[in-house]
């Protein structure tokens, strides 16, 4: 039985990403020893779409599709305005078709999205 979803997220800088998840976006976590913390993600959904096979990540011996990590929020204005407290950079806002949104920067220089769906959403399946 499926039970969860276990997201990996790649970056140059782990221990500066992880403080960032735990600090400042205050996602909490369990430590299980040297540096690795697992985080408890918010409800999720997620949504399969096409790709040319270029964006992948070897992983384990294997090639695994590649994958975009977005968070959700209900105000995206609220949210940054939250954000910009913590110091947080984010680009600029963009409306799309599917919401609004913009990309948190992480210690690390990656980027992570952030919307507000104007989507019909699977989350109170």
Not at 79 to 106: F, S
Request: glycine share 10%; with cysteine.
């Amino acid at each position: 039985m499926i039970f969860g979803t276990h997201v990996l997220i790649y970056t140059t800088d782990p221990d500066a990403d992880r403080a960032f998840f735990r600090d400042v976006l205050d996602f909490r976590g369990v430590d299980i020893g040297h540096g690795w913390i697992i985080f408890k993600l918010p409800p999720s959904e997620f949504a399969l779409h096409p790709g040319d096979g270029q964006f992948a990540q070897r992983h384990a011996g294997h090639t695994m599709p590649g994958a975009l990590v977005y968070l959700m929020c209900d105000d995206l204005q609220v949210t940054l305005a939250d954000l910009a407290k913590k110091n947080v950079v984010c680009t600029e806002i963009e409306t799309e078709n599917w919401g609004i949104r913009t990309t948190i920067k992480m210690p690390s220089g990656g980027e992570i999205g952030l919307y507000q769906p104007t989507h019909q959403t699977a989350l109170d399946l």
